[in-house]
């Protein structure tokens, strides 16, 4: 038996490896002391490029330089934004309109006209119907405490939640692994027709103990389709590329969605699925010098040539079935953080600038289309050695689905007065003792904010219920949400109403 101190020890150690992150990759001298000649690839390698092919010829590899499939312009379609960020450990320092699609935000002028501080870069373009975000590294330190990456986690969280809900954007899930956080907003106007949400994390480092490398993911249900985001952050150094492969085959294989539907309990039964993140794959097989002429005369297709992912693609099947835009923008990492230079500055390790930063899609059948729109990185930004991705999707929707819960109107309820409502279910409606309603300011960015809640009243088909008058405190508009503990999402919200001084 352990005496009281060992065993705090080993509750400290377990912590750990539950929630500490591991530092920014570093390469070592003989990870790049491979091929620096200005030849590429050896001969060999290009005859085995073709292998997976010849093996498993009814098998479609990753597509590169896609486009994805042409819409049909009369059926809907839901915009979806893309973003992948190694942010190195660092709080959010910089304007994040262009990244996230948005709008900017106008400031009021001494004479009354509005201006902004940020460049007028999304003006023009639609918004996303829904923005997924991944960040890889929120804690990039081995010595970190404990709570670094929960405390990171949260002021990434309020940056993002104050910033979307100007847009009219609520935070659907969330979910983190300790460094890899991936979030998924939606515009409030398609949260009702959203259904079986749920969860997955995969941990990769340390043999499965650790998690600062591994994968995350979001499954749910929308307008009839079923959609899978995943974030992962794969294996670091140029000689770990039988690693990163693995790691690939592993979230495929392991990472599983327990909660939601049971036909998407894995990433490929999802009609659309989204996986982007921080993979790792470098430029090889080329000499530094030679990178960086490529990249001053961005001459992608040749720098391309060496990249891991293609030969992970073509040799080993990595990512089969999922596809990827044209890469035209420089290699995303590693930069001199505060800059846009290549960090060149240690000739004992180099890194060469490569394309760890990827963003990928598929669909399960070809009844489901997707087409790409845009593909692109920001270097602009350089509080981190990565720079962000992001890509902007449109995918074909199925059918609007009617809501589970409906609310009766509400005229207006008054301050320190109980609020009555009432409310019909859907015939076939499962309810749960867990089922709860929550009184919601309007502009509510989570379903964590809630003002009060109520357990759900009863299981029959119309509902009476009350919000105690105690917890109506302040005038303003607000809105009821029928909270499921099935689908783990709101499946009823009412119309805004008014609360008024009484």
């Known amino acids: 038996m352990l005496d009281a101190p060992v065993c705090l020890c080993a509750c400290v150690f377990l912590a750990q490896i539950m929630t500490t992150s591991l530092p920014i990759s570093t390469s070592t ?11 590429g690839m050896s001969r060999g390698h290009y005859r085995r490029m073709s292998s997976f092919n010849r093996e498993f010829p009814d098998i479609p590899v990753l597509q590169f330089d896609s486009k994805g499939d042409k819409l049909d312009p009369d059926k809907p379609k839901l915009r979806i934004r893309t973003l992948t960020w190694n942010i190195a450990g660092h709080q959010p320092k910089e304007d994040l309109t262009d990244v996230l699609g948005l709008a900017p935000e106008r400031e009021s002028t001494p004479d009354g006209s509005a201006s902004s501080s940020a460049d007028i870069v999304n003006e023009g373009k639609p918004e996303a119907d829904l923005i997924a975000i991944g960040f890889q590294e929120l804690s990039a330190s081995p010595a970190a ?14 940056t993002l939640k104050k910033r979307m809900s100007s847009q009219d954007y609520v935070l659907l899930q969330s979910i983190r692994l300790q460094g890899i956080v991936l ?11 959203v ?7 995969l941990r990769l480092g340390a043999s499965g103990w650790w998690g600062n490398k591994g994968a995350v993911g979001i499954s749910f249900e929308i307008y009839d389709v079923t959609l899978c985001f995943v974030n992962s952050h794969l294996s670091p150094h140029d000689h770990a590329f039988k690693d990163r492969v693995k790691n690939h085959r592993q979230i495929l294989r392991d990472m599983v969605f327990v909660g939601g539907r049971t036909d998407t309990s894995c990433i490929l039964e999802h009609d659309y699925a989204v996986w982007l993140g921080d993979f790792n794959f470098r430029i090889e097989g080329i000499s530094q010098d030679k990178t960086l002429h490529y990249i001053e005369s961005q001459k992608w297709p040749q720098l391309l040539k060496h990249d891991q992912l293609h030969r992970a693609a073509f040799v080993e099947g990595a990512f089969s079935t999922f596809q990827e835009g044209k890469i035209e923008f420089p290699p995303t990492y590693k930069f001199v953080t505060g800059t846009s230079i290549y960090d060149t500055r240690n000739p004992a390790k180099i890194r060469r600038p490569s394309y760890c930063d990827r963003i990928l899609w598929r669909t399960r059948t070809d009844a489901r289309k997707a087409a790409l729109i845009e593909y692109t990185s920001h270097m602009n930004h350089q509080i981190s050695d990565h720079k962000p991705v992001t890509a ?9 689905q009617e809501q589970y819960v409906v609310f009766d109107p509400i005229d207006r309820w008054f301050v320190g007065q109980h609020g009555y409502f009432r409310y019909s279910a ?15 300011k309007a502009s509510y960015t989570s379903f964590d904010e809630y003002v009060t809640y109520v357990w759900s009243p009863g299981a029959s088909e119309e509902n ?34 008014e609360i008024v001084s009484a």
Do not use: Q
């Open 29 to 39: 001298n003989s990870a790049d002391s491979s091929p620096t000649a200005d030849t």
């Open 183 to 193: 979030f998924v907003f939606s515009k409030s106007r398609h949260l009702k027709y």
């Open 392 to 400: 902007v999707l449109e995918i074909a929707l199925g059918s609007e």
């Open 426 to 440: 859907k015939p076939g409606t499962f309810y749960s003792a867990w089922d709860w309603i929550g009184l919601y």
């Open 195 to 201: 259904r079986y949400m749920d969860t997955a994390y």
């Open 145 to 158: 405490p404990v709570m670094e990456s929960v405390i990171m986690s949260e002021i990434w969280t309020t």
């Open 464 to 497: 009476l219920g009350c919000i105690n008058g105690r917890y109506v405190l302040k005038p303003g508009r607000y809105l009821l949400v029928y909270f499921s503990s099935e689908h783990k999402c709101g499946i009823g919200f009412s119309e805004i109403f």
